[in-house]
């Protein structure tokens, strides 16, 4: 009798100082609450001369959150990140970007939930649970990058041949900066 007693008290004190993003509901049965859907918004498909963009998010009120992101770049035999300062260039690689989403406390996703990338699932070519951790990970799909059809000339491949192409190929002929 003195456990059972010991045992509720202990309860109510942990629905007392239960975290305030978990409902009633979820503190009192203990179990937590699932979220069917998970959406990235604000996702950029990579263009060829772009900085990668990490300024993703999800909807407001969701009960979970991205805690990691980044882009990958695939090439034949050689797997690396895209850092921000980098720009997509290689026609020859498939770029896709990699989100870590965490449920918040008292939340947790179900086996297969339905993910979004901008509200597209066609954005999305795999999602699953990481071994042994709290969070999901989501894939996007593949994106590959084609190089603008150019001028000779074009330094600035804006289409046009201008005074700033033969500006930006001046300074490069007096090593101010390299070309790309």
Not at 91 to 98: G, I, S, V
Not at 115 to 137: C, K, R, T
């Amino acid at each position: 009798m003195l456990k059972r007693i010991i045992a509720l008290t202990v309860a109510a004190m942990l629905l007392a100082l239960a975290p305030s993003g978990i409902p009633a509901e979820s503190a009192r049965d203990g179990e937590p609450l699932v979220i069917d859907t998970i959406e990235i918004l604000g996702f950029t498909a990579p263009e060829y001369g772009a900085h990668p963009d990490y300024d993703v998010g999800v909807p407001d009120g969701a009960h979970y959150y991205i805690d990691w992101s980044t882009w990958w770049l695939y090439t034949p035999g050689d797997v690396g990140r895209v850092s921000e300062e980098a720009v997509f260039d290689d026609p020859n690689a498939l770029y896709y970007q990699e989100f870590e989403i965490w449920p918040e406390d008292g939340y947790t996703f179900p086996e297969h939930p339905t993910v979004l990338i901008n509200g597209d699932a066609e954005l999305v070519d795999l999602a699953y649970w990481s071994l042994n951790a709290p969070y999901f990970l989501v894939y996007s799909i593949d994106f590959e990058v084609t190089v603008p059809d150019t001028k000779p000339g074009d330094v600035d491949l804006d289409g046009e041949i201008t005074v700033a192409d033969a500006l930006l190929t001046l300074r490069s002929a007096m090593g101010l900066f390299a070309a790309a």
